[in-house]
């Protein structure tokens, strides 16, 4: 028996979906380009704000390489456009998947979408105004007798960014301890017991993300331990894992899918009787046609079976 619901949604028409939704994440993120690109060296003046304001007197940012006074800001346009873009792309990667989720999952993974956004966009900014001051306070001080600060345009590119990831990466820490409660891979009780183990991991990862100074890991290990404790609460309230709904919550997740199927079922079994005949229950004509001559053989069965005599037969009166 054929399933419908595979013949309408074949591989290919998932591939031309994926294709489309691909090709809308890079115009926007093209649109943004174009944007960032007219004011690259703004923006970056901007981004490097946090260490030119700290440096030594007659001190600056230099360029290395040849090329590094247009690549850095070329690269910067680019990483912000991604980074501008995350929305879009969120956004495209739920209207994929999506359909393939059930009424309650869609309920709260639309908040958690959100929220992830949200949060990475907050580690990004929590980076720039409180971490940046203070980790390069600490790198510009601590310099030895007669050595001048000047630092590569090329070289603080790559610091920062990689501060942003890790900072907004380590911001989506309560979404992650949401979504593995509800999965039913951990449980709020479990976490909670293993608290004293996240809490010394929380400061190994901002050891190993992190520049090789203490300002900097203390600065990404205790927000990613305050922000573990603020998913434990969150995790209260998503409901229970996915594994432990009732039998009437599964069935009424199921319903219209069960439905669909049957309906398929039932059409496709009257196609085949229509087809081939092997179920039908009228009688045919050689039945029909039949019955009489069985009913003349029971007949002329009971007439030649004797009835049995009663008493002595009477003498031939001839």
């Known amino acids: 028996m054929s399933d419908r619901s595979l ?14 939704r691909l090709i809308r994440i890079l115009i926007v993120i093209l649109l ?7 004011f690259a060296n703004d923006l970056y003046a901007y981004l490097a704000q946090p260490l030119q304001s700290l440096l030594p007197e007659g001190a600056s940012m ?51 979408l959100v929220s992830s956004i949200f949060l990475f966009y907050a580690g990004m900014a929590f980076a720039y105004y409180a971490v940046f ?25 790559s610091f920062v960014l990689k501060l942003f990831l890790a900072f907004g990466l380590a911001f989506e820490i309560p979404v992650a301890t949401m979504l593995l409660v509800k999965a039913g891979i951990a449980s709020p009780e479990s976490l909670k017991q293993k608290r004293p183990y996240v809490f010394i ?16 890991q203390t ?12 998913g434990l609460i969150g995790a209260r309230f998503i409901g229970a894992p996915r594994g432990s709904g009732t039998s009437n919550d599964i069935e009424e997740t ?38 009489p001559i069985l009913e003349e053989l029971n007949k002329s069965d009971s007439s030649e079976d004797p009835k049995p005599s009663t008493g002595p037969q009477k003498p031939d009166p001839s």
Not at 71 to 87: E, N, Q
Not at 258 to 283: C, M, R, W, Y
Request: charge should be negative; charged fraction near 15%.
């Open 133 to 157: 001051p203070l980790v390069f306070g600490f790198f510009t001080t601590i310099g030895p007798t007669g050595v001048t600060v000047m630092t590569d345009i090329d070289a603080y590119l």
């Open 254 to 291: 199921r319903e219209p899918e069960t439905a669909v199927l049957i309906q398929n079922e039932a059409s496709d079994t009257a196609e085949e009787t229509n087809e081939d005949g092997e179920f039908e229950t009228e009688p045919t004509e050689q039945e029909s046609d039949d019955s």
């Open 62 to 112: 230099i360029a290395t390489q040849v090329a590094s006074p247009f690549l850095a800001p070329f690269k910067l346009a680019l990483y912000l456009s991604v980074y501008c873009g995350a929305p879009m792309i969120l956004y495209q990667l739920w209207g994929f998947i999506a359909p393939g989720l059930y009424n309650n999952e869609k309920k709260i993974a639309a908040p958690l």
């Open 219 to 230: 600065l990404l290990a205790v927000p990613m331990w305050l922000l573990f404790e603020a």
């Open 32 to 38: 943004f380009f174009i944007v960032f690109i007219a």
């Open 7 to 20: 013949n309408d949604q074949p591989l290919i028409a998932h591939l031309i979906e994926l294709r489309d």
């Open 201 to 216: 991991g929380c400061f190994v990862i901002g050891m190993l993300i992190t520049p090789p100074d203490v300002i900097s």
